[in-house]
């Protein structure tokens, strides 16, 4: 478990972390969203002490976070780095020796690895002589190849094709599953939805809103989405009842509503069914990217 | 600093070996230097041919006499002498003139060599003439055993020109080795930096030890190089029976060695220090030049001393500053105008200036190594606090 309380850390004027806090639970993939310039990277690096906090404090399964214990984390920085001249299985095996691992024992693990994400035929190969996803799928390799107890990894997916991106997504399940913590940051919504169990939101350097993604579907008021044959303007639903109220209009003559109470749903079938046959009816989940929208959504200045 | 902290430092320092070692240019420049110090060692050993020993033309009538003078004249210079008598001197000029003899001794007369010697002092041909000379002036009597004992003993330690060659010679690979060495490190500290893989390894390891674990990497590489140049010398001298082993040389190339690690070890950090301020390999040469200045002022100065006289105060003063010591404080021992207590007191005030440097210069490196972009000021790095 990694619990991050109240970090803070400015440059100059702009405050990158103002008071973040919140707690990744281990045993679980868990995103980490924000807009751009929300604070996440540099909350990443100050969990590697790559960037030095003004206060606040890290810890790591109850202990605060010191140079041994990042023995045991493993780090993708958004800034790729490798070696460039310096070949695949070489590369891993000294980072997996970096972290306490024998030489025999960090080659094995890193060729492993590189099949695992599909760059087996690249082992004896210079970095430099990779296209950039396989130098994005060797990179997953060095902050793998330990095999960490966390996972810190900063936008893991970009660049990387859906073969790719099945693949990684595989191996941090299983690290998830092993018992590991692992937390990684992306903006490809719909790939968190689909394989995270929980995420953090966060905006100018706070927490805006946390947990597990089905909640955070469900969380907020009820919607429902209802199609009325023959009613492609929705003119239907002019007339609700009071506490519900229609949120959009698609082409296809669907409404949506937001309603202040579940309860309310029956009234509104009623005057559905009052219209004309109902095609269409149910409760809505909220989309990842809608709970992200409205966690993040500006005030107009 | 416990065992903890070395066995990753030691992990960088053996990658940092291993690039640099399995490279073919290292290999290549290794063999290119190794073949320069054989020729440098065995050609005038085998061009200069006999080994040492003096060739001299004797022409005269008692032949026996003359004979004995030039072997006296040896015997009191310690040289070994090879006499050959001839009935006609033109036929010695020629030989003279020709490089086969290097004194022609004509009896009664004058002694002959091939070029009149620039001054007093002279090389050893004009000693040796000299030497005959003198005791021509008595050739009737044997010289008694005594006489033949008398130690001559300089002022000042001797300098043979072989001597002042090895030290230039050493100077230059002092200068060359810091100077390539130095920008490896430098180049090495910015490609971490441009590939940002910095920041992966600063994830698990300390500045400190990335730090030190690069100089140490870098220095057993270049040690190694030095090494194979030393035995190469050593083999090569044995080998064509050089005049280099016996004199003050071979103590000229073990006070070299001993500055040049000293001048690697004071300048390395400080040239990994250069590098964590910079981004891109462009701009190395605008914080190398500030860290080389001093070396290349004593190693332009040397040479200067070493085919001049008698060196200026400056260039003495130069020889225990700390940055410049490497290059003057040898190129004084090779001259003859400090002796080994000189160059003790000065390599102590270089190992204490190493360790500030080495303190400053990590702390530099701690502050800047993060920090990606525009070129870090100097004032800044010293200054900052927690600068990422």
């Given at each position: 478990?990694l619990?991050?309380?109240?970090?803070?850390?400015?440059?100059?004027?702009?405050a990158?972390?103002?008071?973040m806090?919140?707690?990744?639970?281990?045993g679980?993939?868990?995103?980490f969203?924000?807009?751009?310039g929300?604070?996440?990277?540099?909350?990443?690096r100050?969990?590697?002490?790559?960037?030095?906090?003004?206060?606040g404090?890290?810890r790591?399964?109850?202990?605060?976070?010191?140079?041994?214990?990042?023995r045991?984390?493993?780090?993708m920085?958004e800034?790729?780095g490798?070696y460039?001249?310096m070949r695949?299985?070489?590369?891993?095996?000294?980072?997996?020796r970096?972290?306490?691992?024998?030489?025999?024992?960090a080659?094995?693990?890193?060729?492993?690895?590189?099949?695992?994400?599909?760059?087996a035929e690249?082992?004896e190969?210079?970095?430099e002589?990779l296209?950039?996803?396989?130098?994005?799928?060797v990179?997953?390799?060095?902050?793998?190849?330990?095999?960490?107890e966390l996972?810190?990894?900063?936008?893991p997916?970009?660049?990387?094709?859906?073969v790719g991106?099945?693949?990684?997504?595989?191996?941090l399940g299983?690290?998830?599953?092993?018992?590991?913590?692992?937390?990684f940051?992306?903006?490809?919504?719909?790939?968190?939805?689909?394989?995270?169990?929980e995420?953090?939101?966060v905006?100018?350097?706070?927490?805006?809103?946390q947990?597990?993604?089905?909640?955070?579907?469900?969380?907020?008021?009820?919607?429902?989405a209802?199609?009325v044959?023959?009613?492609?303007g929705?003119?239907w639903?002019d007339?609700?009842?009071?506490g519900?109220?229609?949120a959009?209009?698609?082409?296809?003559?669907?409404?949506?509503?937001?309603?202040?109470d579940?309860a309310?749903?029956?009234a509104v079938?009623?005057?559905?069914?009052?219209?004309?046959?109902?095609e269409?009816?149910?409760?809505?989940?909220?989309?990842?990217?809608?709970?992200?929208r409205?966690?993040?959504?500006?005030?107009?200045? | 600093?416990n065992?903890?902290?070395?066995?990753?430092t030691?992990?960088v320092?053996?990658?940092?070996?291993?690039?640099?070692?399995?490279a073919?240019?290292?290999?290549?420049?290794?063999?290119i230097?190794?073949?320069?110090?054989?020729?440098?060692?065995?050609?005038?050993?085998?061009?200069g041919g006999g080994?040492?020993?003096?060739k001299v033309?004797v022409v005269?009538?008692?032949?026996?006499?003359?004979t004995s003078?030039?072997r006296?004249a040896?015997a009191?210079?310690?040289?070994?002498?090879?006499?050959?008598a001839?009935?006609?001197?033109?036929?010695?000029?020629a030989?003279?003139?020709?490089?086969?003899?290097d004194?022609?001794?004509?009896g009664?007369?004058?002694?002959?060599?091939?070029?009149?010697?620039?001054?007093g002092s002279?090389d050893d041909?004009?000693?040796?003439?000299?030497?005959?000379?003198?005791?021509?002036?008595a050739p009737?009597?044997?010289l008694?055993?005594?006489?033949?004992?008398?130690?001559?003993?300089?002022?000042?330690?001797a300098?043979?020109?072989?001597?002042?060659?090895?030290?230039?010679?050493?100077?230059?690979?002092?200068?060359?080795?810091?100077?390539?060495?130095?920008q490896?490190?430098?180049s090495g500290?910015?490609?971490?930096k441009?590939?940002?893989?910095?920041?992966?390894?600063?994830a698990?390891?300390?500045?400190s030890?990335?730090?030190?674990?690069?100089?140490l990497?870098?220095?057993?590489?270049a040690?190694v190089?030095?090494?194979?140049?030393?035995?190469?010398?050593f083999?090569?001298?044995?080998?064509?029976?050089s005049?280099?082993?016996?004199g003050?040389?071979?103590?000229?190339?073990?006070?070299?060695a001993?500055?040049?690690?000293?001048?690697?070890?004071?300048?390395?950090?400080?040239?990994?220090?250069?590098?964590?301020?910079?981004?891109?390999?462009?701009?190395?040469s605008?914080?190398?030049?500030?860290v080389?200045l001093p070396?290349?002022?004593?190693?332009?100065l040397?040479?200067?001393?070493?085919?001049?006289?008698?060196?200026?105060?400056f260039?003495?003063?130069?020889a225990?500053?700390?940055?410049?010591?490497?290059?003057?404080?040898?190129t004084?021992?090779?001259?003859?105008?400090?002796?080994?207590?000189?160059?003790?007191?000065a390599?102590v005030?270089c190992?204490?200036a190493?360790?500030?440097?080495?303190?400053l210069?990590?702390?530099?490196y701690?502050?800047?190594?993060?920090?990606t972009?525009?070129?870090v000021?100097?004032r800044?790095?010293?200054?900052?606090?927690?600068?990422?």
């Amino acid at each position: 478990m990694l619990e991050l309380h109240d970090l803070h850390r400015s440059y100059g004027e702009v405050a990158a972390l103002d008071g973040m806090t919140f707690t990744v639970p281990a045993g679980r993939v868990f995103g980490f969203l924000g807009p751009n310039g929300a604070g996440k990277t540099t909350a990443m690096r100050a969990i590697l002490g790559v960037t030095a906090l003004h206060s606040g404090s890290i810890r790591f399964a109850g202990a605060p976070v010191d140079v041994a214990a990042r023995r045991r984390f493993g780090y993708m920085p958004e800034e790729r780095g490798l070696y460039p001249g310096m070949r695949v299985l070489e590369q891993l095996a000294y980072f997996g020796r970096l972290h306490g691992m024998t030489a025999a024992a960090a080659r094995q693990a890193g060729a492993e690895l590189c099949g695992r994400l599909g760059v087996a035929e690249r082992l004896e190969a210079k970095v430099e002589e990779l296209s950039l996803g396989n130098q994005q799928r060797v990179q997953l390799a060095a902050a793998l190849v330990h095999d960490p107890e966390l996972l810190v990894l900063d936008e893991p997916f970009s660049g990387l094709d859906p073969v790719g991106i099945d693949d990684l997504s595989a191996v941090l399940g299983e690290r998830a599953a092993a018992g590991a913590t692992v937390l990684f940051s992306s903006h490809q919504l719909d790939l968190v939805e689909h394989l995270c169990e929980e995420v953090a939101i966060v905006d100018r350097g706070r927490l805006v809103a946390q947990g597990r993604v089905e909640e955070l579907a469900r969380s907020g008021r009820p919607q429902l989405a209802v199609r009325v044959v023959g009613d492609d303007g929705g003119r239907w639903a002019d007339a609700l009842p009071a506490g519900a109220a229609r949120a959009s209009t698609r082409d296809d003559g669907t409404v949506t509503i937001a309603l202040d109470d579940a309860a309310l749903a029956d009234a509104v079938l009623d005057v559905a069914r009052a219209a004309g046959r109902v095609e269409h009816f149910t409760f809505q989940r909220r989309r990842l990217s809608e709970v992200f929208r409205e966690s993040v959504r500006r005030v107009p200045a | 600093m416990n065992r903890e902290w070395w066995s990753s430092t030691l992990l960088v320092a053996g990658r940092e070996r291993r690039e640099r070692m399995d490279a073919r240019s290292y290999r290549i420049t290794t063999l290119i230097l190794v073949l320069a110090v054989v020729a440098a060692v065995a050609i005038p050993a085998l061009v200069g041919g006999g080994n040492g020993a003096s060739k001299v033309g004797v022409v005269g009538s008692d032949t026996a006499a003359l004979t004995s003078i030039v072997r006296q004249a040896g015997a009191v210079l310690d040289e070994r002498v090879k006499v050959t008598a001839f009935a006609d001197l033109a036929v010695a000029r020629a030989k003279l003139r020709a490089g086969d003899l290097d004194v022609v001794y004509v009896g009664g007369r004058e002694l002959l060599l091939e070029q009149q010697p620039t001054d007093g002092s002279g090389d050893d041909k004009a000693r040796l003439a000299g030497a005959i000379a003198q005791l021509a002036r008595a050739p009737a009597r044997p010289l008694p055993a005594r006489a033949q004992a008398l130690p001559v003993r300089g002022l000042k330690a001797a300098t043979s020109l072989s001597t002042r060659l090895t030290g230039m010679a050493i100077v230059i690979l002092i200068y060359l080795l810091v100077f390539i060495y130095g920008q490896r490190i430098t180049s090495g500290v910015v490609e971490e930096k441009s590939s940002r893989v910095v920041e992966v390894l600063l994830a698990s390891v300390r500045p400190s030890q990335l730090l030190t674990g690069k100089v140490l990497g870098m220095g057993v590489t270049a040690f190694v190089q030095v090494a194979a140049l030393l035995v190469a010398f050593f083999a090569t001298a044995t080998a064509v029976g050089s005049s280099l082993l016996d004199g003050a040389a071979i103590g000229v190339v073990l006070v070299g060695a001993l500055w040049l690690v000293l001048g690697y070890a004071l300048h390395c950090t400080a040239f990994a220090a250069a590098g964590s301020l910079i981004s891109r390999e462009s701009d190395a040469s605008n914080v190398t030049f500030p860290v080389v200045l001093p070396l290349l002022v004593s190693y332009m100065l040397s040479f200067g001393t070493i085919f001049g006289g008698s060196p200026g105060t400056f260039f003495t003063l130069l020889a225990y500053f700390p940055p410049t010591a490497p290059v003057a404080s040898t190129t004084l021992y090779a001259t003859g105008d400090i002796g080994l207590v000189e160059v003790a007191i000065a390599a102590v005030i270089c190992v204490a200036a190493t360790v500030a440097t080495a303190r400053l210069a990590a702390t530099i490196y701690e502050r800047s190594i993060l920090r990606t972009g525009a070129r870090v000021r100097l004032r800044e790095a010293l200054r900052a606090t927690g600068g990422t």
